[in-house]
Structures are given as structure tokens and as C-alpha cells.
């Protein structure tokens, strides 16, 4: 079993960062993948990032250049660094975990992410 636990979120002026942090813990095969979805009102649930335990990443297209995923493999810990943030990026932030780069069988509480002047 796997426990999750997101910060960071909160309300940001377009162009604007964020950092979201999760830290998790229990098994050490559950956090082989870890990463980031996002799901906004009346939409349904979508990768924004993942990255394995060696280092190896993926994203959404849409986010790439302005999104980047890290991990602390000590600290069992993956970050999320969101730069030139836009209004659409605006949804619940779920932090995921797994034992493949989906990163899809465990999950956070998720974290609000509001862009807006």
C-alpha cells in the first residue's frame, strides 16, 4: 500500500509559478512511478507528468517547456515546477503513484490549482 501527501497548490496570476511537492510512502515497487494528473470541472482525469525512479520522464504536450518533474528517490518525494502558468491549467492536481510510469494505482487528495488575474 501506498500513501500520498500533495502541497503547493493555490492561486496564481497567468505567467505566473508553482511548485506542487508529494511526498510518499509504504511500498518501495508502488513508487516506482510517480507523477502529476489534473482534472478540471465537467472534464475527465489527465496525465500532465510522470517520472520513474531512474530518472526517465514523460508530459503532456501541452505542458512541455513550462512544466518540469523531478523525484527525490531518498525522500520518496516527486515535485512539479509550473512556469508561463495559463488559465487553462487551472484544475485539481492529483499526485499519482505505481509500478509503472503511469504512475496510476495510487493517488493523493489532490490539490487546487487556480490561474487567474
Known amino acids: 500500500q501506498v500513501q500520498l501527501v500533495e502541497s503547493g497548490g493555490g492561486l496564481v496570476q497567468p505567467g505566473g509559478s508553482l511548485r506542487l511537492s508529494c511526498v510518499g510512502s509504504?511500498?518501495?515497487?508502488?513508487?516506482?512511478?510517480m507523477g502529476w494528473y489534473r482534472q478540471a470541472p465537467g472534464k475527465k482525469r489527465e496525465l500532465v507528468a510522470t517520472?520513474?525512479?531512474?530518472?526517465?520522464?514523460r508530459y503532456r504536450d501541452s505542458v512541455k517547456g513550462r512544466f518540469t518533474i523531478s523525484r527525490d528517490n531518498a525522500k520518496n518525494t516527486v515535485y512539479l515546477q509550473m512556469n508561463s502558468l495559463r488559465p487553462e491549467d487551472t484544475a485539481v492536481y492529483y499526485c499519482?503513484?505505481?509500478?509503472?510510469?503511469?504512475?496510476?494505482?495510487?493517488w493523493g487528495q489532490g490539490t487546487q490549482v487556480t490561474v487567474s488575474s
Open positions: 499519482g503513484a505505481g509500478n509503472t510510469y503511469l504512475a496510476n494505482n495510487y
Open positions: 509504504g511500498s518501495i515497487f508502488g513508487l516506482y512511478g
Open positions: 517520472i520513474i525512479r531512474g530518472g526517465s520522464t
